[in-house]
């Protein structure tokens, strides 16, 4: 009898440890980026971290997946470094309920699109006064740093645009058909939604320069963003280079997360980085270096740590 317990016993502390590993990725809308990543993750780690099974869910971006993070639930979830921000210490979105966030990689920049099409004639920031405009989904954080930069610009986004909630496909379509004339997008490169954007036939892209505004951002919201480009041979028909405001994208987890798990997804990222690549390109840029205590507002997780450390990467 005394074999049958143990050995039921055994059974349970099994069957919840593989429980544990079943692992959900937030990641964003189907035209963006978080989502092609999300599902390269998710198969790497399926296929390399024993017991683990990993699915990739469509979110409405950073600041669904954060509140995903808060929910109780198993979750890894891609996001802003903005927005994280907030959720670490309970603003903007996320006051009063401050989320318990452990950093487990720094990806890739996040390049902000502040797209429209030569037939509409906006030419500059100032110039989307008066204008219909989406600024992202209600659960983006495109919709945070779209706010920021309009602020920056001298824009009351009550007052001074007519703005719509739209993800970056649903944008692509409003502008075909004439409904908005001009959206903000934050991604990686190429967005498929806004290639699609530029291949569409009738309609030649253009791309708002907005690096001006950095600084102002950064001013009232901490040194979260930096000046980039946006080559002109990332989308067909762009003249020359798109001078705009970045921010990190990280990979985010709750603070609760078992350190050997956490240890697990990093090393399996790492490991198998050329598969992840062959998902999205935007993978390649992903690299030890970049994993540094001032390219993340949000701190390490300790299996992160653990594993940095041994690869020689000291975080201060």
């Known amino acids: 009898m005394k074999f049958f317990q143990t050995l039921a016993l055994m059974f349970i502390v099994s069957f919840n440890s ?51 993070i808060n929910s109780g639930k198993p979750y890894l979830a891609f996001t802003m470094a903005d927005a994280a ?16 966030l452990k950093t487990l990689l720094v990806l890739y920049p996040n390049r902000m699109h502040v797209v429209t099409v030569e037939a509409t004639g906006i030419k500059s920031m100032k110039d989307l006064k008066g204008k219909r405009i989406s600024t992202g989904s209600p659960g983006s954080a495109t919709e945070v740093m779209a706010f920021r930069l309009l602020e920056a610009a001298g824009l009351d986004k009550d007052k001074d645009v007519k703005r719509e909630r739209l993800g970056v496909s649903e944008s692509v379509n409003a502008i075909k058909d004439r409904k908005i004339e001009a959206f903000f997008w934050v991604g990686g490169l190429p967005t498929a939604a806004v290639t699609d954007l530029a291949n569409s036939p009738g309609m030649k892209i253009s791309l708002i320069d907005h690096a001006n505004e950095v600084d102002a951002m950064n001013k009232k ?24 405001a970045s921010v990190a994208n990280i990979l985010v987890v709750n603070g609760n997360m078992p350190e050997k798990q ?14 992840l690549v062959r998902t999205h390109q935007e993978y390649a840029t992903l690299s030890l270096a ?26 201060n």
């Open 18 to 68: 593989v429980q544990a590993q079943n692992l959900s990725i937030a990641t964003g809308g189907t035209g963006g980026v978080y989502y092609p990543m999300g599902g390269g993750l998710a198969a790497v780690l399926s296929k390399h971290v024993a017991g683990m099974s990993a699915t990739a869910e469509v979110t409405g971006g950073s600041v669904d997946n954060l509140n995903l």
């Open 85 to 100: 921000k907030d959720a670490l210490i309970g603003e903007g979105k996320f006051k009063d309920k401050k989320v318990d």
């Open 221 to 244: 919201y901490g040194n979260l963003y930096f000046k980039d480009v946006i080559p002109k041979a990332t989308y067909s028909g762009m003249p020359q280079d798109n001078k705009i």
């Open 262 to 275: 956490a240890y697990d997804i990093v090393k399996a990222v790492f490991d198998n980085k050329e598969e």
């Open 290 to 315: 970049d994993q540094k205590s001032d390219s993340t507002p949000i701190p390490f997780h300790p299996g992160a740590i653990k594993y940095l450390n041994e690869k020689g990467v000291k975080l």
